[in-house]
């Protein structure tokens, strides 16, 4: 199985910064798309960010500018540089990575917990 823990989530001040992290542990043989959606209370989830095996990535057009999104295909972690942090930015923040296990020879998508974002003055 896999499993995908995050880190970073917290307080922060308008205008502030953010980083996020997500690491995936477990029967790993690759992974493919990493990315970073979010969940604000009565919203549905919506992308964030992602990044391909490769390193091509794709932005909402609402963080453009602001976050980034790096991968380390050595260590199975994607983390979100957050910038410019806004009110309408405080959600459940979620990492989505696409694995393939070495049991399973298929990719298959895993979802982490979540981890609170709140931008707040």
């Not at 922060?12 to 798309?33: D, E, H, K, M, N």
């Not at 602001?66 to 994607?78: A, G, P, Q, S």
């Not at 459940?92 to 020879?105: G, L």
Request: aromatic share 12%; net charge positive.
């Amino acid at each position: 199985q896999v499993q995908l823990a995050e880190s970073g989530g917290g307080l922060v001040q308008p205008g502030g910064y953010l980083r996020l992290s997500c690491t995936a542990s477990g029967s790993i043989f690759s992974i493919r798309r990493m990315a970073w959606y979010r969940q604000a209370p009565g919203k549905q989830r919506e992308l964030v960010a992602s990044i391909s095996s490769g390193g091509d990535t794709n932005y909402a057009d609402f963080v453009k500018g602001r976050f980034t999104i790096f991968r380390d295909n050595t260590e199975k972690t994607v983390d979100l540089h957050m910038h410019s942090l806004k009110p309408e930015d405080t959600a459940v923040y979620y990492c989505h990575q696409e694995v393939q296990t070495t049991v399973v020879f298929r990719y298959s998508a895993f979802w982490g917990r979540g981890t609170l974002v709140t931008v707040s003055s």
